[in-house]
């Protein structure tokens, strides 16, 4: 089933990908590492451009611990970088529309956009930070530096 989930993700991103009219330069990879709490997990969302502002398609493969099942996870753009992240995050990305897809085998795969463009972002200074609900205790479960 996990084949099954990871070909889905494939597919929809291919798709994508291919129907915009994104340069590739835009389209980025960005590696999140899980925090402590979420050990041995992954994340991996991708970044790219639409217009003055920055979409994230992300594909999770489990939570932390405890968490309600189904999660609903939040994603935040910070100032700094996972070792010295802002006391605020710089862009809030949970307002806006929230996709998500699950399958079986416990991954969520879900977009996220930010009113900011992708060139300020690779420019470094910034963090993407994923954190469970509030309701589950609003830890972070995974961080990875922009630049």
Known sequence: MKIVSSLALVVAVGCICGCS???DRQVTNVPLNATSINAG???RPIMMSSGHETVFWF???GESMGSALPGRLMAYIYPGSCASLGSKPAYDMNDGPNARFYSQASHQYFWKSAPV????????GYALVVR?????????IFCGNLS
Do not use: K, N
């Not at 469970?132 to 972070?140: K, L, R, T, V």
């Open 21 to 23: 009219t994104v340069p």
């Open 41 to 43: 997990h992954i994340a």
């Open 117 to 124: 463009a992708v060139e300020t972002l690779r420019a470094g």
């Open 59 to 61: 594909a999770v493969s």
């Open 132 to 140: 469970e609900s509030p309701a589950d205790g609003h830890q972070s």
